[in-house]
Nanobody, 125 residues
């Protein structure tokens, strides 16, 4: 069983930065693509960013492009999301997720099999 545990969320003022981490259990972290999603109150969960197993490929939602950076450290079984120039509309619970198929770099929720419990990010204006 894979466990994903996010950390690093919190309260920040608009324009500030946060770095989220996602620690993964198990030995297979380094062969799977990974993704970040978020869910704001009253809204559906949405794609934020994804990264290939070797970090050679990344993808971003238009709303976070040029502000957020996804990265990973396979030696530490950890996924990161550096969030800069935060806006109030970035307020949400942020989730990391692992897809069902290792090489699948997807922005669709149903392609992801394992999910963390989420970490709250609140951006004040």
């Amino acid at each position: 069983q894979v466990q994903l545990v996010e950390s690093g969320g919190g309260l920040v003022q608009a324009g500030g930065s946060l770095r989220l981490s996602c620690a993964s259990s198990g030995r297979s972290f380094g062969i799977y693509a990974m993704g970040w999603f978020r869910q704001a109150p009253g809204k559906e969960r949405e794609f934020v960013a994804n990264i290939g197993a070797t970090a050679g490929n990344t993808g971003y939602a238009d709303s976070v492009k040029d502000r957020f950076t996804i990265s990973r450290d396979n030696a530490k079984n950890t996924l990161y999301l550096q969030m800069n120039s935060l806006k109030p509309e970035d307020t949400a619970v942020y989730y990391c997720a692992r897809p069902s198929i290792p090489w699948q770099l997807s922005d669709l929720q149903y392609d992801y099999e394992y999910w963390g419990q989420g970490t709250q990010v609140t951006v004040s204006s």
